[in-house]
């Protein structure tokens, strides 16, 4: 048996008892949540506080377990994208392309390069959307109110792209097992391209309010730090690794959707208290415009083209092909009324998502369902370390410590 | 660093104390672990300075019902240093559902552990405290096997509030 240290173990809820009880005299028990503006959703922490200073601090979570993944087995693979989206819902298209990945690479489906580029393109306006909510809320939090309407002006025009392309604003389901639902619209390139050109001007803009701004330094620097064998003791991924210092993206280290053809920095930071978590996200932010641009560029060289593969075993075919082939026909309602069989086996498919590493763990048992379908969710195992960070800071910085680690209760509880 | 070496490494430390190798579909290489020899295993997959395999990066339980042995945990460790991942399994039977923690080597383990508890109801000896974590606390059974049905409660179209709990899942007790 491997000793273990209870001292660095993160506490369940019910370990913090009234100090009353155990004769202490110095601290008194805080429950914070689950209904709490700065918890981020229905996040509960059971605090130990010495007057104002956290002597330890507990997230009880679940109260938004819907059972997500128990719903995916009974659904049909393709049927089975709308529930990715439900889990973190500030970054619907990460979750799809988490799935898909892992679905095409149990088929071992080769997806042409348009569509590879187009989900290049569209989970990088994920990102800046889902750091744009971050960086809003974690402002709020601190009292900076008018970052919030800055971050969710721009926002509000990716997600009015994503709702050109998939009809939805945040419920998207628009990448499918074999490449997109349905192809790019007309006037997609335009929209994005008049995005992409104000963004880095708008990075600015928040910077110039937050970056030098003494308020925001005092709140933040030196504040909620953990260093980088702590990070990764307690499974830290994402922009909260990479502000200890370590550069690690899974995006430039195990390259997915042909990243490694793009050129890009992995922003880090040293300290990692919130402050850095903060310059790495914005640092990210404009690598992210930066990435997009590339596939921008080579979504308008490309023209108009495929959005899926022609694999029928796995992409309907066309209603123009339907009307004349019987074999299309065929395959359309075989795919409608069972849908696929990818072989038996397992399969696991990792993304850098804006929170971290997603990764989405797949069995199959050779029918057109999943056997067992298990996501690896950043903000889930983020979470712990967050009493490693709060200890002997103060109350109100336990507010900002939650924000700088953006957790996303949908993704958290499932 | 490839499949094939932190295979042979890995025979050359736990020679036949290790099960078989396969692969997923994935490209991973995949090992069954007796579980007597997980942490052992884990540990020298982590702190051997070759492989360095400094993360785990997902635990999960999944249900075989019907096959022997019914369940299993799955680990993927990942190593930042060699850009690698490897998939470590072990499995277990319901009646002797028991498997040592990795909490000592990972803290990370912690929730991932209690989260494979709540839902399959694998008990991982020598956990700092093993309880429910995303279902409430008074729940009965783990909802993730694949002997308990996915469940619904019925939808009431009524407004009287007998009628509706006269409904409720515990309108038998």
């Given at each position: 048996?491997?000793?273990?240290?209870?001292?660095?173990?993160?506490?369940?809820?019910?370990?913090?008892?009234?100090?009353?009880?155990?004769?202490?005299?110095?601290?008194?028990?805080?429950?914070?949540?689950?209904?709490?503006?700065?918890?981020?959703?229905?996040?509960?922490?059971?605090?130990?506080?010495?007057?104002?200073?956290?002597?330890?601090?507990?997230?009880?979570?679940?109260?938004?377990?819907?059972?997500?993944?128990?719903?995916?087995?009974?659904?049909?693979?393709?049927q089975a994208v709308v529930m990715t989206d439900r889990t973190d819902y500030l970054a619907p298209l990460s979750n799809n392309l988490s799935y898909v990945l892992a679905v095409e690479k149990l088929m071992?489906?080769?997806?042409?390069?348009?569509?590879?580029?187009?989900?290049?393109?569209?989970?990088?306006?994920?990102?800046?959307?889902?750091?744009?909510?971050?960086?809003?809320?974690?402002?709020?939090?601190?009292?900076?109110?008018?970052?919030?309407?800055?971050?969710?002006?721009?926002?509000?025009?990716?997600?009015?792209?994503?709702?050109?392309?998939?009809?939805?604003?945040?419920?998207?389901?628009?990448?499918?097992?074999?490449?997109?639902?349905?192809?790019?619209?007309?006037?997609?390139?335009?929209?994005?391209?008049?995005?992409?050109?104000?963004?880095?001007?708008?990075?600015?803009?928040?910077?110039?309010?937050?970056?030098?701004?003494?308020?925001?330094?005092?709140?933040?620097?030196?504040?909620?730090a953990i260093d980088s064998a702590a990070a990764i003791q307690y499974g830290l991924t994402g922009p909260g690794l990479r502000a200890t210092g370590v550069a690690w993206d899974l995006r430039k280290d195990?390259?997915?959707?042909?990243?490694?053809?793009?050129?890009?920095?992995?922003?880090?930071?040293?300290?990692?208290?919130?402050?850095?978590?903060?310059?790495?996200?914005?640092?990210?932010?404009?690598?992210?415009?930066?990435?997009?641009?590339?596939?921008?560029?080579?979504?308008?060289?490309?023209?108009?083209?495929?959005?899926?593969?022609?694999?029928?075993?796995?992409?309907?075919?066309?209603?123009?092909?339907?009307?004349?082939?019987?074999?299309?026909?065929?395959?359309?309602?075989?795919?409608?009324?069972?849908?696929?069989?990818?072989?038996?086996?397992?399969?696991?498919?990792?993304?850098?998502?804006?929170?971290?590493?997603?990764?989405?763990?797949?069995?199959?048992?050779?029918?057109?369902?999943?056997?067992?379908?298990?996501?690896?969710?950043?903000?889930?195992?983020?979470?712990?370390?967050?009493?490693?960070?709060?200890?002997?800071?103060?109350?109100?910085?336990?507010?900002?410590?939650?924000?700088?680690?953006?957790?996303?209760?949908?993704?958290?509880?499932? | 660093?490839?499949?094939?070496?932190?295979?042979?490494?890995?025979?050359?430390?736990?020679?036949?104390?290790?099960?078989?190798?396969?692969?997923?579909?994935?490209?991973?290489?995949?090992?069954?672990?007796?579980?007597?020899?997980?942490?052992?295993?884990?540990?020298?997959?982590?702190?051997?300075?070759?492989?360095?395999?400094?993360?785990?990066?997902?635990?999960?339980?999944?249900?075989?019902?019907?096959?022997?042995?019914?369940?299993?945990?799955?680990?993927?460790?990942?190593?930042?240093?060699?850009?690698?991942?490897?998939?470590?399994?072990?499995?277990?039977?319901?009646?002797?559902?028991?498997?040592?923690?990795?909490?000592?080597?990972?803290?990370?383990?912690?929730?991932?552990e209690r989260e494979a508890y709540d839902m399959f109801g694998i008990i991982f000896d020598g956990h700092p405290a093993l309880e429910r974590i995303l279902m409430p606390d008074d729940w009965s059974g783990?909802?993730?096997?694949?002997?308990?049905?996915?469940?619904?409660?019925?939808?009431?179209?009524?407004?009287?509030?007998?009628?509706?709990?006269?409904?409720?899942?515990?309108?038998?007790?």
């Amino acid at each position: 048996m491997t000793f273990i240290d209870h001292s660095l173990s993160v506490p369940s809820p019910h370990s913090i008892t009234d100090p009353a009880l155990a004769g202490k005299t110095n601290t008194m028990v805080l429950n914070m949540g689950p209904h709490h503006p700065s918890t981020h959703g229905v996040l509960r922490l059971v605090v130990e506080l010495d007057g104002e200073t956290v002597v330890n601090v507990a997230p009880d979570v679940g109260f938004l377990h819907t059972g997500i993944e128990k719903n995916m087995e009974f659904k049909t693979y393709q049927q089975a994208v709308v529930m990715t989206d439900r889990t973190d819902y500030l970054a619907p298209l990460s979750n799809n392309l988490s799935y898909v990945l892992a679905v095409e690479k149990l088929m071992g489906v080769e997806i042409p390069e348009r569509p590879t580029v187009a989900r290049v393109l569209l989970v990088e306006l994920q990102r800046i959307s889902s750091h744009l909510v971050w960086l809003s809320s974690h402002a709020l939090d601190l009292a900076a109110m008018s970052v919030f309407l800055y971050g969710f002006r721009e926002r509000e025009q990716i997600l009015d792209i994503f709702e050109m392309v998939s009809g939805a604003r945040m419920m998207t389901s628009y990448f499918r097992v074999g490449g997109l639902a349905y192809d790019l619209p007309n006037d997609f390139l335009p929209t994005v391209k008049a995005l992409l050109d104000i963004m880095p001007s708008r990075i600015d803009e928040y910077e110039s309010l937050l970056t030098n701004n003494i308020i925001w330094q005092e709140r933040t620097m030196g504040v909620g730090a953990i260093d980088s064998a702590a990070a990764i003791q307690y499974g830290l991924t994402g922009p909260g690794l990479r502000a200890t210092g370590v550069a690690w993206d899974l995006r430039k280290d195990m390259p997915y959707c042909g990243y490694e053809t793009y050129d890009f920095n992995v922003p880090i930071a040293k300290n990692g208290d919130i402050y850095d978590r903060y310059l790495v996200r914005m640092a990210e932010m404009r690598e992210s415009v930066n990435i997009a641009l590339q596939a921008w560029q080579r979504l308008k060289d490309m023209g108009p083209g495929v959005f899926q593969t022609s694999n029928r075993k796995v992409a309907p075919p066309p209603k123009s092909e339907i009307t004349h082939s019987m074999e299309s026909l065929i395959h359309h309602f075989k795919l409608w009324t069972e849908g696929f069989k990818p072989p038996r086996g397992d399969a696991l498919a990792a993304i850098e998502s804006p929170r971290g590493e997603l990764a989405t763990y797949i069995v199959s048992d050779g029918g057109p369902k999943p056997y067992r379908v298990h996501m690896r969710a950043p903000s889930f195992i983020n979470l712990q370390s967050l009493p490693h960070m709060a200890k002997g800071q103060l109350m109100a910085d336990l507010v900002a410590l939650i924000a700088s680690l953006d957790p996303v209760l949908g993704e958290v509880d499932r | 660093m490839d499949n094939a070496t932190v295979i042979e490494r890995l025979q050359a430390e736990f020679g036949d104390k290790i099960g078989p190798v396969s692969s997923m579909l994935s490209g991973e290489a995949t090992i069954n672990v007796p579980r007597e020899q997980i942490v052992a295993v884990a540990q020298f997959l982590r702190d051997d300075s070759a492989l360095a395999y400094n993360f785990l990066e997902n635990l999960c339980g999944v249900d075989y019902l019907g096959r022997q042995p019914r369940f299993e945990v799955v680990y993927h460790l990942l190593s930042h240093a060699n850009r690698h991942r490897v998939c470590l399994k072990v499995g277990i039977t319901e009646k002797d559902i028991h498997v040592p923690t990795l909490t000592g080597l990972w803290q990370t383990a912690n929730y991932q552990e209690r989260e494979a508890y709540d839902m399959f109801g694998i008990i991982f000896d020598g956990h700092p405290a093993l309880e429910r974590i995303l279902m409430p606390d008074d729940w009965s059974g783990f909802p993730q096997r694949k002997d308990v049905p996915l469940g619904y409660e019925e939808v009431a179209f009524s407004n009287t509030e007998a009628q509706i709990s006269a409904r409720k899942p515990f309108a038998e007790e």
